[in-house]
């Protein structure tokens, strides 16, 4: 190529610089396209948020979905959740809040005992809150509970009041004599749960005994024992009881047992009656949260955890009929 040529193509692709340049970027002209409306506006924050789940059920199901749908509507466009389901195993809680720590997320929701425990020895910096918890100063260890966690952690617990779940079932049951308390023995929140229920029914009049399993493999035994010692069965909010209700509704119906169960989801599969609270809505208590400790307006090492603000007598028709039981007038059947 020759001199001139050389001139000439220089000239022209200096040309098509300026033209691009005087079209775009900087300029800020009507040409620039508007932003996807369901996507984060340039300048806008985003987060990614991991949500460990326990394991499948319908009461964990509707906590992580309250908690996903707030965060949507308090910062749309702006969260991507990683969700992990832990298959009740508490290994995996361990390995997926590894995971969720090594990608550095914003936040963890640990919905359920185990994976707030997991969440708790993966780190020490990143906000976690829990969900579908029963009590933290049992699942941390913490002494002298104050009804704040502090550090790193707080959430929504999904404790209905024990004294009221006695009450219930004394309501219910005034004339039974022993009372059988069925629940998991690998969840500390369940220990916690039959310890505490069982003082309040021992001042009642009542003879408890505790019926413990292990895991599913021995509900069902343990379930026909409980069945043969016991007028009344209470269930407290157990998740592998939860996620087997079939199994025990198979034992307690067949022996005329009714159970008294510490949630809506237990009682839809294997109770009679029980003091609901709404799973959606300790979910979508905890996006609240979330959005704020997201957003900066809030520090989780001052916020205290949060309880359901109503509670609801409710009742499963099908065994109620099963059992030739009539609840009283202020009772909700279970949709």
């Known amino acids: 190529m020759n001199v001139l040529s050389k001139v000439t193509s220089l000239a022209a692709a200096s040309a098509m610089v300026l033209s691009l340049a005087a079209c775009g970027g900087t300029s800020g002209t009507s040409s620039t396209p508007a932003p996807d409306s369901s996507t984060p506006a340039v300048g806008t924050a985003s987060y990614t948020v991991g949500i460990c789940q326990q394991m499948t059920h319908e009461a964990l199901d509707a ?98 009041p024990l004294d009221q779940q006695a009450a219930m079932l004394q309501e219910l049951f005034p004339d039974a004599t022993n009372v059988g308390l069925l629940y998991c023995s690998g969840e500390p929140n369940s220990v916690y749960q039959v310890e505490t229920i069982q003082g309040y029914l021992e001042d009642m009049g009542y003879t408890c005994a505790q019926y413990a399993f292990t895991d599913v493999n021995d509900l069902s035994s343990v379930a026909q024992t409980a069945c043969d010692n016991s007028d009344v069965i209470y269930i407290p909010t157990d998740n592998t009881a939860a996620a087997n209700t079939e199994t025990i509704a198979n034992v307690v119906i067949p022996a005329g047992v009714p159970v008294i169960a510490g949630e809506s989801g237990i009682c839809s599969g294997c109770g009679v009656a029980t003091l609901s609270i709404s799973y959606y809505d300790i979910g979508y208590k905890t996006g609240e949260m979330a959005a704020q400790i997201l957003t900066g307006e809030a520090d989780i090492s001052t916020m205290p955890v949060e309880y359901a603000p109503n509670v609801t007598k409710m009742y499963n028709a099908a065994n109620c009929e099963a059992l030739g039981l009539t609840m009283p007038a202020d009772y909700e059947p279970i949709a």
């Open 63 to 160: 906590a992580t979905q309250g908690f996903k749908d707030a965060l949507n509507e308090l910062l749309p466009g702006q969260v991507t959740f990683e969700e992990q389901d832990a298959g009740g195993e508490y290994a995996n809680c361990g390995t997926i809040m590894d995971g969720f720590v090594s990608e550095g997320v914003d936040l963890i929701l640990a919905n359920a005992t185990y994976p707030l425990q997991a969440a708790a020895s993966a780190t020490a910096d990143i906000p976690i809150l829990g969900t579908s918890v029963t009590d933290y100063a049992t699942a941390l260890s913490i002494d002298n509970w104050t009804g704040t966690v502090g550090g790193n952690i707080s959430g929504t617990s999904d404790l209905a």
